[in-house]
């Protein structure tokens, strides 16, 4: 368009009020303007190379003007819009459309875009011409403007005839690039912003006309490929593709499409080569969701969750794949850990710490392994996370060679933290495994009874001195205080700090032995004073000490009462090791013994033989004891006892003599006891307090709500208890009898299903 300066615009205006003091009639104008509109055309279509000059366009521009300003009758606003209607319908007709009709293919298309951006220019031309047409209908009436005539006028009569057509020809195209070849993605292109444009700022003419052809096409092209692609191509080669497709209708989308139709097209894809072929994928024989999980192909499990994701039947059907492939590794786990076992028991070799070491050793390496799929291949989501806990759950509470998950979970700890159980290991490596057993210890029911065991295993590393360090040791009571609660380690954090107590009171005994140099004890002695609360419960037999040991109980006593005269000292003497000499033939050998063996071998520096109802009434002891104590020192492998007759079991005939003849190539031994099976009462002392801490729960949760059904106060009952054990729901209903027999509770008398709280 020529730009008109200063001067000429004021020229202009000048030559519309003298052309608006005379009345032009129609037909002489509409002559004026023809001609400048026929020039336009003849430029758009190359056949004139003069532009417009502005005298021309002033006259046209003028011209209408008049027409458009009269006073009636000779007022022709609406005589002229419908001629600049006319005037785009006849070129569009005459000239636009057989210039399209003689194309085909791709030609089509270039043509189509050509005769497009030929078209708007026209219109704009014409717009201008005729701006108080559109002006002065305005004003007086709700009109479309100008451009959005020429819009309709070209989708009434050009679009309309072609758009068939064009869109089989830019799918084709479209096609061909999926397949590979290279096309004009600026034709295709520009081809759609047409259908958008001819919308006039609404999508339905590009949604009617294209978007959902093209999605009908675009479902048919996938369901195709999706079937040749599921019968010729692996699991993994399959989801490759797919993903592949799914990424470049992605970006085709976003070259050609409206972002409204990027969704859309995902869904069709996603339909035709997943949705439909999801479960068959998925279970597929020999190459199936399984495949990928026992091979570990960590990359196609990631591209299969990035692919499933979305779609909740196969996303829960991968989660049930998910959950039954770590239960089946889980219980290999448990059975070669079982076989193991009863391999050493029939070789009869020692077993113990040799099942936990397989079973918790392998279970973390089972964790490890499946938590990096959980958080990595599966982007830590919740029902993965949920799926991997069911899976754990369902193995790691199975018993194993007569052992229960929680007791081979508190030997484990008990091997690690020990003296000598870990002395390869550097302090970051025992802090790491700490920290997986006490994650570990989230999928185990028994929570109680793995803290008694562990509990039982602690106080004999602490009063025996087997641990290897004490950071360790409260470094595993704060992993278990985090994970389980302060009321879980209170007792053992008990522990530590009693031991710590008792380091400084015995250093107060020797400092009160310094200071009273009257008092001799002949020997040395060492005193662990604990607090009863803390401590597991031991067995206490008023034994009888030999003088020289007595002597040093009655000192303590006396130094003991000096401090505190509100606590009463119980002496458990079944704790307690001594170091006593061994006169021997061939040489003195230090013997390192419990306070029980050394009582009983005492007894010989008095007597020369000892039958065995006299050991039992000196040592006042129980029998089951004394058997224990004489096996050790007269029938295992150091007899520093012979005994009359010679066999390998103790009767109460039995007559027991000191061997002097004994020798051993070491100045310093260890003679220990037969192990007590201890494993029993801690189950049945855990099964005791079950009932204690369902009562409390059952009146915590009654106190507070008063009223409540079977049911409710069952599950809430569950819900409180289930962070220590997982209790029996029989178990509970007898609870609730009992509460019910001692006036804590009572049923309604109107609904026997409902309890009421007693105050």
């Not at 008109?4 to 104008?29: F, P, V, W, Y």
């Not at 002065?136 to 100008?146: D, E, P």
């Not at 010679?646 to 037969?674: A, C, E, W, Y």
């Amino acid at each position: 368009m020529i730009m008109a300066t200063r001067s000429r615009k004021r020229q202009r205006e000048d030559q519309r009020i003298e052309m608006g003091k005379a009345q032009i009639d129609l037909e002489e104008g509409w002559g004026v303007i023809e001609k400048g509109i026929t020039k336009v055309k003849s430029t758009l279509e190359g056949r004139d190379e003069t532009p417009l000059n502005s005298e021309t366009y002033v006259r046209i521009y003028t011209t209408i003007f008049t027409l458009s300003t009269q006073s009636h009758p000779y007022n022709y606003v609406n005589e002229l819009h419908d001629k600049y209607k006319a005037s785009l319908e006849d070129y569009i007709t005459s000239t636009l459309l057989p210039l399209l009709r003689e194309k085909y293919d791709e030609f089509l298309l270039k043509e189509l875009v050509k005769q497009w951006s030929n078209y708007k220019l026209m219109v704009q031309w014409l717009s201008h011409f005729f701006h108080y047409v559109e002006r002065y209908r305005s004003q007086k009436q709700s009109a479309s403007s100008l451009t959005t005539i020429g819009i309709i006028c070209f989708r009434n009569l050009a679009h309309r005839e072609v758009k068939c057509e064009v869109k089989d020809i830019v799918i084709s195209l479209i096609n061909q690039e999926r397949d590979g070849e290279q096309i004009d993605r600026a034709l295709v292109k520009n081809i759609l912003d047409i259908f958008v444009e001819i919308g006039l700022s609404d999508m339905d003419c590009y949604k009617d006309d294209f978007e959902d052809f093209f999605l009908t096409r675009t479902c048919g092209y996938y369901s195709r490929k999706g079937s040749d692609w599921f019968w010729e191509k692996s699991f993994s080669d399959y989801m490759r593709t797919a993903e592949e497709c799914l990424k470049r209708e992605m970006d085709r989308a976003a070259r050609y499409l409206r972002p409204s139709s990027k969704v859309k097209v995902y869904k069709e894809v996603e339909e035709q080569l997943l949705t439909v072929y999801a479960s068959q994928l998925l279970e597929r024989e020999n190459g199936g969701c399984r495949e990928l999980f026992r091979h570990d192909m960590v990359d196609d499990l990631s591209r299969m969750y990035r692919l499933f994701n979305r779609m909740t039947y196969p996303l829960g059907l991968i989660l049930h794949i998910f959950k039954q492939h770590i239960i089946a590794e889980g219980t290999a786990v448990v059975m070669q850990a079982e076989n193991a076992a009863k391999n050493k028991q029939a070789d009869k070799k020692d077993v113990v710490g040799f099942s936990e070491q397989i079973f918790v050793g392998k279970v973390i390496e089972l964790h490890d392994k499946y938590l990096v799929y959980v958080n990595n291949c599966f982007q830590s989501h919740s029902l993965f996370h949920k799926a991997l806990r069911d899976a754990f759950e369902a193995f790691c509470n199975k018993n194993i060679a007569g052992s229960s998950s929680a007791e081979l979970l508190a030997n484990f700890c008990d091997n690690v933290l020990k003296k000598g159980g870990s002395e390869k290991l550097s302090d970051e490596a025992i802090e790491e495994i700490l920290e997986k057993v006490v994650k570990l210890l989230a999928f185990f029911h028994d929570t109680d009874l793995f803290a008694e065991f562990y509990r039982k295993k602690l106080a004999k590393r602490l009063l025996f001195d087997r641990s290897a360090n004490d950071d360790h040791e409260r470094s595993i009571l704060t992993k278990l205080k985090q994970q389980c609660g302060g009321q879980f380690t209170s007792k053992m954090e008990g522990m530590l700090s009693d031991l710590t107590l008792a380091r400084e009171k015995q250093a107060s005994f020797e400092e009160y032995l310094q200071s009273n140099p009257n008092v001799k004890l002949g020997l040395d002695f060492t005193v662990i004073t604990l607090t009863t609360g803390f401590w597991p419960s031991y067995k206490s037999f008023d034994l009888n000490l030999p003088a020289e040991m007595l002597k040093c109980v009655g000192v303590f006593k006396e130094f003991y009462t000096t401090k505190t005269k509100c606590r009463k000292l119980s002496w458990i003497f079944s704790l307690g090791t001594c170091n006593i000499v061994g006169m021997f033939e061939s040489k003195t050998v230090e013997l390192i013994v419990t306070t029980y063996q050394a009582a009983l071998l005492l007894l010989f520096n008095s007597s020369d033989r000892l039958s065995y109802s006299d050991i039992v009434a000196q040592l006042n002891l129980s029998e089951e004891d004394v058997v224990r104590l004489l096996h050790s020192l007269s029938c295992a492998k150091y007899k520093i006892l012979v005994k009359e007759p010679d066999t390998k079991t103790i009767s109460p005939t039995d007559v027991f003599g000191f061997n002097l003849k004994f020798t051993d190539k070491m100045r310093r031994i260890k003679i220990p006891l037969p192990p007590v099976e201890e494993k029993k009462k801690v189950v049945e002392d855990v099964h005791r307090d079950r009932r204690f801490y369902i009562d409390a729960a059952i009146v915590r949760i009654m106190k507070s709500r008063k009223a409540l059904s079977h049911q409710q106060l069952v599950t809430e009952c569950v819900e409180q208890l289930s962070r220590m054990f997982k209790p029996d729901l029989t178990a509970i209903k007898k609870r609730i009898e009992d509460l019910i027999v001692r006036e804590y509770l009572e049923r309604d008398t109107e609904n026997p299903n409902v309890y009421r709280y007693l105050a």
